[in-house]
């Protein structure tokens, strides 16, 4: 394994099935929440939870329900203490002083916008202001004509647009992104600050790492199974099988290092199925090679045969199961994906 750069099995990401963690479900207060709504928040909650695990993973259930998994910690108190506290937006001038907070933010939306006279294309956000927020955002920008407004959310600078003239009529937009998708983050991030939307916790659990023990226990008495058959049935072909799919789920594995992907419960179960996908390849090769010899052909042509003859039904197998994840990768969505 350490000959292709990876020294230990510890390097490859497990989730919360495997790793433990803690699983969180909120709930809206508000009975029927708008999809923007949800969508804000869920997004909120995603930028938070990354300070915990990169492996986390917030997605929604239901109509008003989110569901937080941050695999690989176990103080849920201190997570709900921090997943509890509202985000802060504010608006603040070069001086430092805070000229309007998030809930003087009416809208905030992304869009682009075209120059018709040169065709160039500008990604940008539009602010919306309540009455209050628009009589002080026209205040700030009168006086600061030509410095920056530094746009802060949870204490962290999201945007500093340097204002080019007064903004009296409540509306402004923010240029500058090299693209839509951020602007649109930066857009849900304003819109996140002032958020009506508010969540209760329904449920939380601290999952243990039981899980994994468990199932590599299994999934190695299974592949063990599975070598002492092909040896016992096939003898010397059965070794060479076997020594194959050793190899094959070493590839596997440094794949799961190399590209990052987080090892589930589910994926120990997949490992396992593409193990026995293989092992049936190697059972009707051989089938076809025995049949051959019992027909008096040498082994050599034996050998050519059998590989012919199984191709077909090979083929098959593996394309019929290329088809079938390619629909759940399409249909499918969180850990199913």
């Known amino acids: 394994f350490g000959y292709f ?6 390097q490859i990401k497990l989730g919360l099935d495997l790793a433990g963690g803690v699983s969180i479900t909120y709930q809206a207060k508000e009975e029927n929440p708008s999809s923007e709504d949800m969508a804000d928040t869920i997004y909120k909650l995603q ?9 986390a993973e917030v997605y929604q259930e239901g109509n008003n329900r989110i569901n937080v998994d941050i695999p690989g ?3 849920a108190n201190a997570i709900l203490e921090e997943l ?27 869009g682009m916008t075209e120059d018709k006279a040169t065709g160039s294309k500008a990604y940008v956000v539009s602010l919306t202001f309540t009455e209050e927020g628009k009589q002080a955002f026209a205040e700030a920008t ?26 009296t009529g409540g509306q402004c937009q923010i240029d500058g992104m090299a693209d839509y998708e951020e602007a649109n983050n930066l857009a849900s ?8 939307l508010e969540l209760e916790e329904l449920r939380s659990n601290v999952v243990g790492q039981e899980a994994i ?11 063990a199974i599975v070598i002492v058959f092909m040896i016992a049935v096939y003898l010397l072909p059965g070794l060479a099988a076997s020594l194959a799919l050793c190899l094959y789920v070493g590839l596997i594995l440094i794949l799961l290092v190399a590209f990052e992907v987080t090892l589930t419960l589910p994926g120990v179960a997949g490992i396992i199925l593409s193990i026995g996908m293989a092992v049936d390849a190697n059972v009707i090769i051989f089938t076809r090679i025995k049949e051959e010899i019992g027909l008096g052909t040498s082994v050599k042509n034996a050998i050519k045969a059998g590989f012919a003859k199984a191709l077909s039904a090979i083929i098959d197998g593996n394309v019929t199961t290329l088809i079938a994840a390619a629909v759940l990768f399409w249909r499918g969505s969180g850990t199913v994906k």
């Open 142 to 167: 009168t006086n600061g004509v030509g410095k920056p407004i530094y746009i802060i959310y949870d204490n962290q600078i999201i945007s500093a647009p340097t204002v080019r003239e007064a903004i």
């Open 47 to 55: 930028q938070r939870v990354q300070n915990y695990s990169t492996e």
């Open 5 to 10: 750069g990876y020294s230990t099995m510890n």
């Open 84 to 110: 509890g506290k509202p985000g802060s937006l504010i608006f603040v001038d070069s001086e430092g002083n805070q000229i309007l907070d998030g809930k003087q933010v009416a809208s905030a939306k992304a």
């Open 73 to 75: 910690v176990s103080d």
């Open 213 to 223: 023990s468990t199932s590599l226990k299994a999934g190695l008495i299974g592949f």
């Open 189 to 196: 991030t304003i819109r996140i600050g002032s958020l009506s």
